[in-house]
């Protein structure tokens, strides 16, 4: 009985030192390594029977989208008509904004960052715990696609290519805690820098900002690491901007990442400025305060 | 020694690693904006007709699978599901004392997988505990853990059984 219990503990002692040892030896790495050939080998293997699950239990997905839907349907209803009604005065000065804008374009001889060559994707897979903000794209390296490359959809910044194997690629999302982007807000021109915390809204740190944020303003990319004026949320609580403090506050995403299916991945956009890695931009800016 | 259980138990995880990547989590089945551990579900399932021996190398394997196809450092799911596998393996004997204990213990597992994951993740930079409803996403799953319990152990047991009698049959 000792002896066997024994045998045990050894044998669960040496999985989880052999574990440690590799995820020391996988974070030491930054990605690459025997680590990525691992991840490469293993996503290949896996993607097929991955893209099969993925369409074979879509209906499913659906048919729980319904359901949860339901419930919530009638409230949202109601408060999209009332929406509506306080956008409609807006609309139309916004179409007076467009066209005042695509004469000031024209005269500048400005490109929107529609202009950057992209190609369309389809979600294949989410990562493999609540804790990933990840998601694997079908297309990879023989469509282009290339550590750094920024993906969007129709609302705005979906996050950033931080692994790529020959056919697929795994986006990392703008909620993740471990992704920034060097942000603009639109209406005071500040600069700042955004976060993700998981399923929360975003963080939004201004470090010597002269003008605050008021809720509802409207924030883009800042086009170091990412093209220009991609949007990105929207300011959910006014802050006051205090000589010697950074502004601290809180954006609501465009995007709705539970609703992702089809996105762009701006493969015409060089990200020859973006670390290798991809995942240690938190800790480089972090770095860079100190 | 049951020989036959061995394969049939990788099979069965490797197709939760497959489900849990692609029909669970975020934009996908994930009820409160949480999911089930469907693998560290079936690992505990499998391990009441596995040796203890390959029941941890099962978990190994599926752990790392886990690791392979997400986003986290090789390693960290494998020491947690592992470590599920071993404290199942050492409380094993309550999973005969009724359904009272194998409920609380499946719970209590699934939630210890998900700390054990979060703790570890942090050490390594996961920030993981920076999640904005870190209590929701070791709590929820748990639950969802133990609704789907109800299902899987009895369909593992009949299919390792089936197993086991059409070896002995031929």
Redesign the interface.
Known sequence: MFQRFDRVLALFVALVAVSFFLATFDVRAGGSGIGSVMRDGTQALFAPFQRMASSVTRPVVGFFDGVVDIANLRDENDRLQRRVEDLEPLIRDAQELQRRLEELEKINGLEPPGEVSAITARIFSNGSNDFDHVRFIDRGKQHGVVIGHPVIDDRGLVGRVDDVGKSWARVRLITDPRLGVVVRNMVTNETGWISGQGDGPLKLEMFSAVEGASEGDLIVTEGSRFPPDIRIGTVLKAAESVVGFSLVTEVKPEIATSQLDFVKVLVGWSPLASSPDGSDDLETIEGDRG | MRPSALPIALFLVIVA???????????????L???P?L?TVVVIAVARHLE??PT??VA?TG?M???????????????SI??VA?LT??FSRYFDRGIYWVSVGIFALAFLGNVV??I??TL?????L?????VG?MLL?ALYSLILAAGIFPATARLIKRQRDSIWRS
């Not at chain 2, 849990?20 to 089945?29: A, H, N, Y």
């Not at chain 2, 390594?124 to 993981?128: A, I």
């Not at chain 2, 920076?130 to 870190?134: E, L, M, N, P, R």
């Open positions: 690693v497959v489900i849990q990547t692609t029909l669970f989590g975020e934009g996908r089945v994930q009820p904006g949480a999911s551990a693998v203890p021996e941890l190398l190994f752990g699978l886990m690791d392979l196809l997400g986003a986290s450092p090789l390693g960290l799911w494998a020491i592992v470590t071993y393996i050492r994951f979060s570890i993740g390594f930079g996961q920030r993981t920076t999640d904005s409803d870190v996403l799953p």
